[in-house]
């Protein structure tokens, strides 16, 4: 999905410049009649400037959200093979502990029941 994004924003990136030139060069003309009533076709080159800086601008948004898309899903991805990992049992742990309905024992760090007084290793309940 990550890169998936970071694909879709490379391409939009390119498809972007060249439909900016196209654009740029198809709406950068002012058509008028001429006084023999033919039609006249003049490049506006500062029409043609704009059109191409709106097309480069609205590509450069489209991308970078790809692009910030594709950053944010890599860092999801690195938080929960962190989690998956060995982080994910601590974190019940301390998530049992904080109910109260068990305690760690201070030497071997071995979760027991609250019903427990002494731990398994010998160490009995603070
Ligand atoms: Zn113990």
């Known amino acids: 999905m990550k ?3 970071y694909v ?3 391409i939009v990136m390119v498809l972007g410049v060249i439909g900016s030139i196209v654009l740029a060069a198809s709406l950068g003309v002012e058509v008028s009649y001429s006084h ?3 039609l006249r076709e003049e490049r506006n080159w500062l029409l043609t400037i ?3 800086g709106v097309g ?3 590509t450069a948004v489209v991308s970078s959200i790809l692009f910030a898309l594709s950053e ?3 860092y999801l991805a690195r938080i929960n093979n962190k989690l998956t990992s060995s982080d994910i049992n601590s974190v019940i742990d301390s998530m049992k502990l904080v109910e109260g309905s068990e305690w760690r024992c201070s030497r071997c760090g071995r979760i027991n029941n609250k019903a427990v007084g002494t731990c398994a290793c010998g160490q009995s309940r603070e």
């Open 3 to 5: 890169d998936f994004c």
């Open 8 to 10: 879709v924003g490379c």
């Open 36 to 38: 023999y009533g033919t």
């Open 50 to 52: 704009v059109w191409f």
């Open 56 to 58: 480069v601008l609205s």
């Open 72 to 74: 944010v899903l890599g």
